[in-house]
């Protein structure tokens, strides 16, 4: 505590509390510039988790509002309406923003140390595949989504037009630009997990279709005088994925998604096959149980 105080003589003196101790000197040797290089990598380690799981929250939070809008469309096998792909459109270039933010972040290595902060991509592939079925009723593949999510994050990090504009003279050619560009490349697990999570979206467009409609939802005319409906799809989704061998990599969690699949599918076999047999029976706008293990429309 800072004041005045008095010494033998009586004279004032100012006094302004105990003096702090010396500090300890710092103790180097030929181990510390190791330890040092250390500390900084796991400084870098743990800002660069934290960067990419907000990235990862924010590109998910914006992929379940595109299946959201999604599951405003009644019909499939034909081109969105324009106001839900204006919304499909804005959102994407706002995940393709986050993902040329952390592009650079998952190079090499990186990719497979923070597969687990990126979770968002089985979300955002959920949702472009949810897409895809929607516009066309089949599944796109691995091979053509990986280019498109690598173009999404291309996009993002495309520099303003008058920048592209002032060096437009440059020697070096605009595609050797394009390709130094960091991308995010997706793995296998991102594209199985993100189709496991699509079979639940079909479950609900089918029952949302089902309930609004009086029908299943299906596509044009095959040729043959019949229209291939979703339960068809969601059979053979099913069936694919009962063939695939089991993940050695996470075994758990593929089992988890393998048994809600399994669920999904039979919730569209059960509303489809009480359509199809009872539907006449049915008022507009009803809807089963589907939470219950019995048969619905069975007798008690």
Not at 75 to 83: N, R, S, Y
Not at 185 to 201: H, N, R
Request: proline letters at 6%; a negative charge; aromatic letters at 6%.
């Amino acid at each position: 505590m800072s004041g005045f105080k008095r010494d033998r003589q009586g004279n004032a003196k100012r006094f302004d509390g105990p003096k702090p101790a010396p500090k300890a000197p710092v103790v180097r040797n030929a181990y510390t510039p190791m330890f040092e290089h250390l500390r900084d990598e796991l400084d870098a380690h743990h800002d660069r988790r934290d960067r990419i799981g907000k990235a990862s929250r924010d590109i998910t939070a914006l992929s379940k509002k595109i299946i959201f809008s999604l599951q405003r469309v009644r019909k499939i096998d034909q081109e969105l309406p324009q106001d839900i792909q204006t919304e499909i459109d804005t959102r994407l270039a706002e995940i393709s923003k986050l993902l040329a933010a952390i592009a650079p972040e998952i190079q090499g290595i990186n990719r497979h140390r923070y597969a687990r902060s990126l979770m968002c991509l089985e979300e955002l592939i959920e949702a472009l595949t949810f897409a895809h079925y929607v516009r066309t009723q089949t599944l796109i593949t691995h091979e053509q989504l990986s280019p498109v999510v690598e173009e999404l994050s291309r996009k993002g990090a495309a520099p303003p037009e008058d920048e592209v504009m002032a060096d437009a003279g440059a020697d070096k050619p605009a595609a050797a630009q394009a390709a130094e560009v960091p991308v995010v490349s997706l793995t296998d697990d991102d594209y199985l997990y993100g189709v496991f999570d699509l079979t639940g979206e079909m479950m609900r467009f089918a029952t949302t279709t089902s309930a609004l409609t009086g029908k299943m939802a299906s596509g044009d005319d095959n040729g043959e005088g019949s229209q291939r409906t979703i339960v068809e799809d969601m059979h053979d989704l099913g069936s694919f994925f009962e063939m695939l061998p089991l993940r050695s990599g996470n075994r758990i969690q593929w089992e988890k998604k393998l048994e809600v699949m399994r669920q999904s599918v039979q919730k569209v076999e059960k509303l489809g096959y009480d359509r199809m047999i009872r539907g006449s029976e049915r008022p507009e706008g009803w809807m089963p149980d589907l939470t219950s293990t019995d048969q619905p429309g069975s007798p008690e």
